[in-house]
């Protein structure tokens, strides 16, 4: 335990295609979470923004970009890249700042424009970067692996087109609550099913669409947030942000083949595994103690993977957990009530954070029609290309 | 009009006919497998470093999952945008001596209803797209149960 970081302020553009720059959702979303804080941008000390790419030109100093935004001010700022994970090293980056002392208060900021259809990688003839090898030489786009993962666990563990259904018909119904949530239509199964398909076995349904977005966070030492009269905030409790193990046996995005494990026996739990084990050693915490989690669900079967990878159940257990409810409202362990990424679709530096200023408000208890009653803990998780993992525990 | 056959890229696969082989490399000191190859150093955490020898990777493996494409994936993949897009199937294939998982897409005519998971598959040459001047070539898996 290296101590916890208060969650002053939560603040996000809402999600959409709307056609603008990153910057402004970004902007707009870091006024909101300064204003939620009560906080003037002048007493920041630190930015901290999640990068996005323009222009295929990757790396882009987002942190700068939102500190030019907001107006610049001598605060110390830093970007960071992880992918899919970028947001939660942005948090990571900005709570080993307040804990070292570096920083009081900290803006975390994550926005992008996405482009419309499939991710893909930056131009040019890159034969040294696996991500463009992939499109290259086998077309192989994300929901490829969606679909793979999804139809092995049909193989293995019996799940269904229905189960997985299921699950976009749960995220649907939390998405039409969220005022900041791109889609905001109640989905039925027959839907689901009606959709086109996209990667088989899964159709336009099941798959989280891109998105423009925009999400932010204040964050501060215990010792300020006392100062500024928030003696009971939201507090970060643990960040993992770990690596996967060599040998990595699952193919992963965008791996066009896994790790042998001929030479090294492969650990006995998976790389998404890790990451909330990583989490749960240290807040201190177990699957048990859990009120809500916000999972990462760019496909409906990947949310069921999820559940067993997070200790929600056993391995194969997703569907039957699914299946009593527990994760719905008012269940045991509600799984993603923002609406998920299937609701508000990828804007992928925002959506780390995004999952982050969800549990803030529910254990403020102050998510509206969507609160979980009496929600004390909460994790994320999700995964970034190029193994970065992902997964952030608040509590209350 | 003959066009130059290449491969896709350098180095991943080599033979023709019942010789075609995916190539990846060993270490010399802790037998790890790597493919795509590792030409630089082994990337086995507790391996003091060997040399990387290459290898021919097993001819038939196990379908572990597969999916298909069912929409135009973007550049750079390259197809006829004339023509009306058709689905090709991929298969992520188990090589039990290597113990590793390889992806690739099946040969051309193989959908995803004659596939399941744990079906025997082989590597053969394929054809990945054509210009004007160059064949570009690269493996496919077939089912070892179909004879097209
Ligand atoms: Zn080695």
């Excluded at chain 1, 970060?236 to 193990?245: N, Q």
């Excluded at chain 1, 982050?356 to 403020?364: D, F, G, I, M």
């Excluded at chain 2, 099946?106 to 004659?114: I, K, M, S």
Aim: hydrophobic share 45%; glycine share 12%; with cysteine.
């Amino acid at each position: 335990m290296t101590g916890e970081v208060a969650v002053l302020g939560a603040g996000m553009h809402p999600w959409g295609k709307w056609g603008r720059s990153f910057v402004e959702y970004g902007t707009a979303a870091a006024r909101e979470a300064l204003s939620d804080a009560g906080l003037d941008w002048r007493q920041v000390g630190s930015i901290v923004g999640a990068d996005t790419v323009r222009g295929g030109y990757p790396g882009y100093v987002a942190g700068a970009t939102f500190a030019k935004a907001l107006g610049w001010q001598g605060a110390r700022v830093a970007s960071v890249y992880a992918a899919c994970a970028s947001g939660a090293q942005a948090v990571d980056t900005a709570r080993a700042q307040i804990l070292s002392g570096l920083a009081d208060v900290v803006l975390v900021v994550g926005a992008d424009a996405a482009p419309k259809g499939f991710f893909r990688p930056a131009g040019g003839d890159r034969h040294d970067d696996p991500d463009w090898l992939r499109f290259r030489v086998l077309g192989a786009t994300n929901p490829t692996y969606f679909g793979l993962y999804a139809r092995r666990r049909m193989a293995v563990h019996g799940d269904t087109l229905e189960d997985f259904a299921q699950v976009k018909v749960k995220n649907a119904a939390m998405g039409a609550l969220n005022p900041n949530a791109r889609y905001r239509k109640r989905v039925t199964a027959e839907e689901v099913a009606a959709s086109a398909v996209v990667a088989d076995p899964l159709r336009l349904l099941d798959i989280c669409a891109t998105s423009d977005g925009g999400a932010a966070l204040v964050l501060s030492s215990m010792e300020f947030a006392r100062r500024h009269g928030a003696a009971d905030p939201v507090r970060i409790r643990a960040v993992s942000t770990v690596t996967p193990r060599y040998p990595t046996t699952v193919l992963d995005l965008p791996d066009i083949a896994t790790d042998s494990a001929l030479a090294v026996e492969p650990a006995a739990e998976t790389f998404r595994a890790s990451i909330a084990r990583a989490a749960y050693e240290e807040a201190g915490v177990g699957p048990r103690d859990l009120s809500l989690a916000e999972v990462y669900d760019l496909s409906t079967a990947l949310e069921l993977q999820w559940y067993e990878d997070l200790g929600l159940c056993g391995e194969g257990g997703a569907a039957k957990l699914l299946a009593e409810g527990a994760t719905a409202p008012g269940g045991r362990i509600p799984v993603n009530m923002s609406g998920g990424l299937s609701s508000f679709g990828e804007a992928v530096p925002a959506q780390a954070i995004a999952q982050v200023c969800e549990l803030t408000r529910q254990l403020r208890g102050t998510a509206g029609a969507r609160q979980v009653a009496g929600a004390r803990v909460g994790v994320t998780a999700n995964q970034g290309l190029f193994g970065h993992g992902s997964a952030v525990i608040a509590v209350r | 009009m003959s066009r130059t056959r290449t491969p896709v890229v350098t180095g991943w696969f080599a033979g023709e006919g019942d010789d075609f082989r995916l190539l990846g490399t060993r270490c010399s000191v802790c037998a790890s497998v790597f493919f795509p190859r590792e030409d630089a150093a082994c990337r086995n955490p507790g391996c003091s470093g060997g040399e990387l020898i290459e290898v021919s990777l097993s001819r038939r493996g196990r379908v572990w999952s597969y999916t298909d494409s069912r929409y135009r994936p973007p550049s750079p993949y390259v197809s006829d945008r004339e023509l009306k897009w058709q689905p090709y199937a991929l298969i992520a294939v188990e090589l039990a001596a290597e113990r590793l998982v390889v992806l690739g897409q099946t040969v051309p005519g193989v959908t995803v209803a004659d596939l399941a998971v744990g079906m025997e598959v082989e590597v053969v040459p394929g054809v990945l797209n054509e210009d004007a001047e160059t064949t570009w070539t690269t493996w496919h898996w077939r089912p070892t149960g179909v004879t097209a």
